[in-house]
């Protein structure tokens, strides 16, 4: 138990102290990360076509399953449809979404900077003057939702293209002309 000698101190000195300085919560943060938030995003298609992607890979998967369930092979029904079933539809549902917010990239007059990676993160920067060739590929499903690949080949070994899938194939063409007009550039 204090005394009131103590506890009048105490209020004293309550009263003369300089207020604390109030701590941001843990859930926000105080500096977010500036990379984050320059990078360009995909075109929304893109998650379409993971989609539509991971759907065709899951077919097989489902037949094999399901021929197992039919053949009545395993004692217990559901034993082995009811865990694929559940699996393919997260890597459907949740994968290609979790897949698209995971990349972006940031173009600039002389690099581009391309960041990918659930797990691994991966934040390539290519500068224009190491660019040895440009590609622009479509497949099927791209070409279905008029999205393309731009892909730079520079000189080396390791790491020696950059893919960047998911872009609008007109904007894919035009960064092409861009990165070329720079590569011009910087030869003369």
Do not use: C, W
């Amino acid at each position: 138990m204090q005394t009131p000698a103590v506890l009048a101190m105490t209020d004293a000195m309550q009263d003369t102290a300089e207020p604390l300085p109030e701590t941001a919560s843990p859930d926000v943060e105080e500096h977010p990360d500036p990379a984050e938030d320059e990078l360009t995003k995909l075109d929304p298609a893109y998650a379409k076509a993971l989609r539509l992607t991971a759907i065709i890979t899951a077919i097989p998967f489902l037949i094999g399953a399901l021929i197992l369930e039919l053949a009545g092979v395993l004692p217990l029904r559901g034993i082995v449809i009811v865990p694929i079933v559940l699996l393919l539809a997260f890597l459907i549902i949740r994968v290609p979404l979790r897949r698209y917010h995971a990349r972006g990239y940031d173009h600039a007059a002389d690099r581009l900077r391309v960041v990918r990676g659930i797990l691994f993160r991966s934040d390539t920067v290519v500068p224009f003057g190491r660019v040895q060739h440009i590609d622009v590929d479509q497949g099927p499903i791209e070409r279905f939702y008029d999205i393309a690949t731009l892909t730079l080949h520079t000189a080396g070994n390791h790491n020696s293209s950059v893919n960047l899938p998911g872009l609008k194939h007109a904007t894919a063409l035009e960064m092409r002309e861009t990165i070329r007009a720079a590569i011009k550039r910087d030869t003369m």
